[in-house]
């Protein structure tokens, strides 16, 4: 069993940065990738970006340029750097990791979920 905590959510205006973080703990050993997932209200969860075991990074189109993750593997944890925040950026972000390392892209593929941080961007 794989536990996640998310935390560095928060109210920001457009064009600030959050760094939000994601730790893990229990059975890690068996996580191949960790992602970041986000739901606004009335939307799908939708991808933001994942990384696997071995560095492999994907990001969502809208995205691309503004959000980076990284991975501290001593600490278990893994970061969201968003920058130029926007209001339609405003959504719950939520940590996942999964046992496999294909269809990262889909909410369905991973196994263990956080329990969500808040964002909110005022414009």
């Known amino acids: 069993q794989v536990h996640l905590v998310e935390s560095g959510g928060g109210l920001v205006q457009a064009g600030d940065s959050l760094r939000l973080s994601c730790v893990a703990s229990g059975s890690t050993y068996n996580i191949d990738a960790t992602a970041w997932f986000r739901q606004a209200p009335g939307k799908e969860r939708e991808f933001v970006g994942f990384?696997?075991?071995?560095?492999?990074?994907s990001y969502a189109d809208f995205v691309k340029g503004r959000f980076t993750i990284s991975i501290d593997n001593a600490k278990s944890t893994v970061h969201l750097q968003m920058n130029s925040l926007k209001p339609e950026d405003t959504a719950v972000y939520y940590c996942?990791?999964?046992?496999?390392?294909?269809?990262?892209?889909?909410?369905?593929?991973?196994?263990?979920w956080g329990q969500g941080t808040q964002v909110t961007v005022s414009s």
């Open positions: 990384i696997t075991w071995n560095g492999g990074i």
């Open positions: 996942a990791a999964s046992r496999n390392n294909f269809e990262l892209i889909t909410p369905e593929t991973y196994d263990y």
